[in-house]
Structure formats: structure tokens, C-alpha cells
């Protein structure tokens, strides 16, 4: 049975699980229509031009985790910001691991999103937020929504300020053979608040997995959210990651995307502009090599005056690894006085690598400040030369110039023992130690 088809009938199953009578039964029952319709995206999309799921899907994934697999907190303390105290709402096979958890409700919601959907108290803050910015188009995500019960629910009320980081840990185990889990995430930052959020998906096994996540973030007025996403799986993992970004007058939200493993992530990352004066930061590096594949879907619609928005990806590609990144910026009649630049710079390792860039301005607006660019090179030889003639060894030298072409990213975490985790990963894809101050 083909994944399409299989999908369809556990969705029959799930409607057993759920109450079909409630009002999210619809948005359900519409959402899988739609997949119905639509299937999986295929290249044949000017969006996923570049990017094929073929290979994937052939896989006879496992849409329910037949058992719960309970792991222990040493056995995954790495992956963790375990430098600081955090909240952490951690699943393990798409199931909440309330052991490895640790939420709260003293002040701000950290909690789950099952509760959210299920429970009477929460029922008004889903019905203004639940699937408001998510496409109900695009196919994948409407998938995800067929199947939303689980994930983090994230709600930080007015004028407060988290005071903590909040992780958002997704765990794949490998007890199935191969395992499809749709996390479901729904953050909403009250006006005046800040939040700072890291999420990541890993997998302990070598098993395929696929995972379909829908992230909705809601900033209100003067609303800070500081989101990063850190990819560095195992090569037998999948990530298609849906994140939708809704914001109100004067918010700042910034999405850094760290993507170094796995075996194909595609990033599509959307912002939409409510309000006046906010400011929009969606930055990535992206380091990879072998068979690799990653691409970047990003759009930032500006609809509103006076906002601003800024992208900035760097991607270093080695061996076979293929890099993908579709930026556009969309500027409304209305939206004058738009400030948007948008840059991708990639390095070619290899003779074999591959990078396919297409940044687009679409603008409707006659005062505007908009600019993009896209470069794609080598190192340069000049630069290695120098430094090599000072004593340093080329590979250091290599990875110096590396880690620099990086740091304009790097520089804007704002968590300092994340920008030192970030640091490691870097140091450790380009495969020194080293011995000196990054």
C-alpha cells in the first residue's frame, strides 16, 4: 500500500480516538480532503522544483508508534542545553515523555498540546489560534493538521517575560522500522513579552524516519520571540518542517535555522505582517556533505508600512550534498516605507555539490527599500595562502575561513551556551579541534 493510501485509512482510525462531534472535526475532515486532493508535493511544483520525496515514500512507515519506548535522560543528556536550566517539553516517538518533561503554568503556559486541543479551559485560545496562519493549502501541512494531537502548546500572557529558554525536544527511538510522526506546535507571545525557544528533532537509531512538523508562532503587539532550530540528525532522518509566522505592530521575530544532518530537510518558513513597525529576522547556516539534501522555503509577505525584514543564509556544501534556497519577499500596495534585504551565499567543496538559488522580490509598493543577492563560490585561495604563510595549517585555515563566512549568523544567538553548542557543531562538521577562540 502506497503512503497516500495508507494515510487515508488511518485517518478513519484516528477519527476513533477523537470526538468527531467537536468543531476542530471539521478543520480535520477539510484538512485531509485537501491532502486527498493535492498528495505529496512532486517536483512538477514550481516550490519544490529542486527537491523530490520519491525516495522517501517508499518506505512502509508506521503512522502510530505501536509501543511506548521509555528512555533515560542520560542516554540523551548531549542534546540538551543541559549547560542552563530550561523548560523542556520532550516527546519520544511522538509521544509526551513526562519524565524527561519538565513544563509549568506559574505564570506562562508550557504544556502540551493535547491538553490544548482536548481540554474546555483552553477552548477559546484554540479557536482564535489553532490553524489560523497555517496554510489550509499546502498539502503537507494540511496533513499535519488532519493528524494534530500532539506537540508543544507554548503561551506566554501579557507583559511577561520567560525566564528561561523553553527546548522542544522530538526523539525517534528506531523501535519501529520506520516511524512517521506530524508534531503539532502552537506559540503565542502575548503583547510585551519575550520568549527565547530551541527545537529539535533526533533520532537514536539508524531506522528511516519522516517527520511532518507544523510550528504556528503568534507575536503580539511589541511581542519579542527568539526561535532556533537546531537540524543536525542522523542521515536516515527526513525533516519537513512547517513554520508559520504571524505578527502584530512593533514585534520582533527572528527564526535561526541550523541545518547540518539528515538525509533531506526541507525548511518552509513563512511570515505574514499584521501590523506596523515590526521587525522579521530569518536567518540559517547550513553545513552538509555525502547525499545530503536541504532546502530553504522562505517568504515574508510584507503587508502593512513601515516594517522591516532580513534574511541572511550561508550554506557549505561537500561531496554529493545538494542545497536548495527559495527566498521571496512579497511587498503589498500598502505596505510603503518596506525595508527588506535578503542575501544567500553558498560555498561549493566539491565538484559534486550542488546549489540551486532562487531569491525573488515581488513588489507592489512605489517606496520601498528592497534588495536581494545570491553568491556561490570557493574559498578563496588568496585568503588560504595568506594564512598559510603565517603558520597556519591549511585544514585550520580552511576551517577558519569557513567558521568566519558563518559567524555573521552565528553572531546573532543571543543564547551564549547555544552559540557555543553551535560552535562545536560547526567545528565538528568541518572536522578539526580547534585550539583557539571562535
Keep these: 500500500m502506497e503512503l497516500k493510501e495508507k494515510l487515508l485509512s488511518s485517518f478513519m482510525a484516528f477519527e476513533e480516538r477523537i470526538d468527531v462531534h467537536s468543531e476542530l472535526h471539521d478543520v480535520r475532515t477539510a484538512a485531509i480532503k485537501n491532502f486527498e486532493n493535492k498528495g505529496f508535493p512532486t517536483k512538477k511544483e514550481e516550490s519544490w522544483k529542486y527537491t523530490s520525496l520519491n525516495a522517501i515514500l517508499k518506505n512502509d512507515f508506521s503512522v502510530f508508534p505501536k509501543t511506548e519506548n521509555a528512555i533515560q535522560y542520560s542516554d540523551v543528556k548531549k542534546y540538551f542545553l543541559h549547560e542552563i536550566d530550561t523548560y523542556k517539553v520532550v516527546f519520544v516517538d511522538g509521544?509526551?515523555?513526562?519524565?524527561?518533561?519538565?513544563?509549568?503554568?506559574?505564570?506562562?503556559?508550557?504544556?502540551?498540546?493535547?491538553?490544548?486541543?482536548?481540554?474546555?479551559?483552553?477552548?477559546m485560545v484554540i479557536d482564535n489560534y489553532f490553524n489560523q496562519i497555517a496554510s489550509k493549502d499546502e498539502s503537507l501541512t494540511s496533513l499535519n493538521t488532519a493528524f494534530a494531537n500532539e506537540g508543544a502548546y507554548i503561551n506566554i500572557p501579557k507583559s511577561k517575560v520567560a525566564d528561561k529558554p523553553i527546548e522542544i525536544m522530538y526523539f525517534s527511538t528506531g523501535s519501529e522500522t520506520a516511524l512517521l510522526v506530524q508534531p503539532r506546535n502552537l506559540v503565542i507571545v502575548g503583547e510585551n513579552s519575550h520568549v527565547q525557544i530551541i527545537e529539535r528533532h533526533q533520532s537514536l537509531n539508524e531506522n528511516p524516519v519522516l517527520t511532518n512538523s507544523v510550528t504556528e508562532i503568534f507575536a503580539q503587539k511589541r511581542a519579542i520571540v527568539d526561535y532556533y532550530k537546531i537540524q543536525n540528525d542522523n542521515l536516515e532522518a527526513n525533516l519537513i518542517d512547517n513554520t508559520y509566522v504571524s505578527q502584530k505592530q512593533e514585534s520582533h521575530v527572528s527564526v535561526h535555522t541550523f541545518s547540518f544532518g539528515g538525509?533531506?530537510?526541507?525548511?518552509?518558513?513563512?511570515?505574514?505582517?499584521?501590523?506596523?513597525?515590526?521587525?522579521?529576522?530569518?536567518?540559517?547556516?547550513?553545513?552538509?556533505?555525502?547525499?545530503?539534501?536541504?532546502?530553504?522555503?522562505?517568504?515574508?509577505?510584507?503587508?502593512?508600512?513601515?516594517?522591516?525584514?532580513?534574511?541572511?543564509?550561508?550554506?557549505?556544501?561537500?561531496?554529493?550534498?545538494?542545497?536548495?534556497?527559495?527566498?521571496?519577499?512579497?511587498?503589498?500596495?500598502?505596505?510603503?516605507?518596506?525595508n527588506a534585504f535578503q542575501k544567500s551565499n553558498n560555498i561549493l567543496l566539491s565538484d559534486k555539490a550542488t546549489i540551486n538559488a532562487k531569491p525573488q522580490l515581488e513588489i507592489f509598493a512605489d517606496d520601498v527599500k528592497c534588495s536581494h543577492g545570491c553568491t556561490i563560490g570557493q574559498l578563496d585561495e588568496t585568503a588560504m595562502f595568506y594564512m598559510q604563510q603565517r603558520g597556519i595549517p591549511k585544514k585550520e585555515a580552511k576551517a577558519l575561513l569557513m567558521y568566519a563566512f558563518s559567524n555573521a549568523v552565528i553572531e546573532n544567538i543571543k543564547i551564549p551556551e547555544l552559540k557555543q553548542r553551535i560552535t562545536t557543531i560547526i567545528a565538528n562538521k568541518l572536522g578539526v579541534k580547534i585550539g583557539f577562540d571562535l
Design 263 to 338: 538525509n533531506l530537510t526541507r525548511n518552509n518558513l513563512n511570515f505574514y505582517h499584521f501590523g506596523e513597525r515590526l521587525t522579521s529576522t530569518l536567518n540559517g547556516i547550513t553545513i552538509i556533505g555525502e547525499s545530503q539534501h536541504v532546502d530553504h522555503y522562505t517568504l515574508v509577505n510584507h503587508a502593512t508600512p513601515n516594517c522591516e525584514s532580513f534574511q541572511d543564509y550561508k550554506g557549505i556544501f561537500t561531496d554529493r550534498s545538494t542545497g536548495v534556497f527559495n527566498g521571496k519577499v512579497y511587498v503589498e500596495r500598502e505596505a510603503q516605507k518596506t
Design 95 to 123: 509521544v509526551f515523555s513526562s519524565h524527561l518533561s519538565s513544563t509549568t503554568h506559574d505564570g506562562i503556559d508550557v504544556c502540551l498540546m493535547s491538553s490544548a486541543l482536548n481540554k474546555p479551559k483552553y477552548k
